[in-house]
T-cell receptor
Framework: NAGVTQTPKFRVLKTGQSMTLLCAQD?????MYWYRQDPGMGLRLIHY???????AKGEVPDGYNVSRLKKQNFLLGLESAAPSQTSVYFC???????????FGQGTRLTVV | KNEVEQSPQNLTAQEGEFITINCSYS?????LHWLQQHPGGGIVSLFM???GKKKHGRLIATINIQEKHSSLHITASHPRDSAVYIC???????????FGKGTKLSVKP
């Protein structure tokens, strides 16, 4: 069982470039989340989804877009990367709101 | 304003010591999560508890809902326990987890 898989694991972008982070889960979970982790701060919610075809904004959504076309995949897009988006990004999934969350290994993104 | 406070922020211990990490929160909650983030970055869920105590191996988590406080204990600590320990509760307006900043534990052999 792979659990939650994120790709890529590392990426360096130039300011203004775009990219998509992919999160895939094989547990048939309804809920999926994208978080960012910055030094000295707790994980913060960017966007989340409560099922296929649905997405919603989290605490820090600006500069990001998401899509959930298939239940098992949750994509996070950066249309025009900025240095402030340098962070470690985590995807997570859960069977229900507040249930145990399963995390991906993280994506370390640097925007120069 | 972080609504979850963890203490200490950093903790260094000798192998074999008993470890306690504390988590306090300011709102009423139904359950609290403890997670472990390995030095390589991966995050795993350790416990989800709403009352009393849970034990898994050398790890014990306790919670007092009325006092808005939880503790994570590690007995007979080992260098492989070195990690960041994070507490979180379900409370965001989006129904999301609210995370503490984490406690970085280093266990020396």
């Amino acid at each position: 069982n792979a659990g939650v898989t994120q790709t890529p694991k590392f990426r360096v972008l130039k300011t203004g470039q775009s990219m998509t982070l992919l999160c895939a889960q094989d547990m048939n979970h309804e809920y999926m989340y994208w978080y960012r982790q910055d030094p000295g701060m707790g994980l913060r919610l960017i966007h989340y989804s409560v099922g296929e075809g649905t997405t919603a904004k989290g605490e820090v959504p600006d500069g990001y877009n998401v899509s959930r076309l298939k239940k098992q995949n949750f994509l996070l897009g950066l249309e025009s990367a900025a240095p402030s988006q340098t962070s470690v990004y985590f995807c997570a999934s859960s069977v229900d709101r507040g249930a145990e969350a399963f995390f991906g290994q993280g994506t370390r993104l640097t925007v120069v | 304003k972080n609504e979850v406070e963890q203490s200490p922020q950093n903790l260094t211990a000798q192998e074999g010591e008993f470890i306690t990490i504390n988590c306090s929160y300011s709102v009423g909650i139904s359950a609290l999560h403890w997670l472990q983030q390995h030095p390589g970055g991966g995050i795993v869920s350790l416990f989800m508890l709403s009352s009393g105590k849970k034990k898994h191996g050398r790890l014990i988590a306790t919670i007092n809902i009325q006092e808005k406080h939880s503790s994570l204990h590690i007995t007979a600590s080992h260098p492989r326990d070195s990690a960041v320990y994070i507490c979180a509760y379900l409370g965001g307006s989006q129904g999301n987890l609210i995370f503490g900043k984490g406690t970085k534990l280093s266990v020396k052999p």
